[in-house]
């Protein structure tokens, strides 16, 4: 359930962080779900997200499994095609050298849409922050394969955009 209902009236797109646990608790209980069913689901929804933290630890199998299926979702080919896509709803340039990327997040600047970013700051705020830290052998191999598919994705890119040969490295230097 949690896989299922933890997107719902998610923050970046509501900017409440509580509608989303208050969504799936409501449609819960109209199904007529167990109270500890709910809580179980609810307290991994409000747990797994990002937010500027890569260790926001899980205290169960179910929500270690959720948060895994849900960074990967974020990684490689899929997860490149998402940043672009979200970051173009949100009015966001691709690339501009003059718009550093945010090294330290706390989870108030991550939610903060005021901020000036790109989506390819998203790479080195976010995506590229995530390889190493899932919570199952499996999602971790799988993670590290898109995590370097992304890095050689963003390389060629700031190439074309004629950023300097250093400019990825000096990045990621940083991460």
Not at 86 to 115: A, C, H, V
């Amino acid at each position: 359930m949690a896989s299922t209902l933890h997107d719902v009236y998610d923050y970046k797109l509501s900017g409440d962080e509580k509608a989303g646990p208050k969504a799936a608790t409501d449609w819960l209980v109209r199904c007529g779900a167990d109270v500890d069913l709910i809580k179980h689901v609810v307290e991994i929804i409000e747990t797994m997200s990002f937010k500027g933290q890569v260790h926001r630890p899980m205290q169960t199998i179910e929500g270690k499994i959720v948060q895994d299926a849900d960074r990967l979702d974020a990684v490689g080919a899929i997860g490149i095609a998402r940043a672009f896509a979200f970051g173009g709803t949100q009015g966001r340039e691709i690339f501009n050298p003059e718009i550093p990327y945010r090294e330290n997040l706390s989870s108030t600047d991550y939610k903060n849409k005021t901020l000036q970013t790109t989506s390819l700051n998203h790479f080195y705020e976010k995506l590229f922050k995530l390889d190493g830290h899932y919570n199952t052998p499996l999602a971790n191999k799988i993670g590290h394969q898109r995590h370097e598919f992304m890095m050689n994705y963003v390389e060629a890119l700031l190439k074309e955009c004629g950023a300097s040969e250093n400019e990825f490295a000096r990045k990621l230097k940083h991460i």
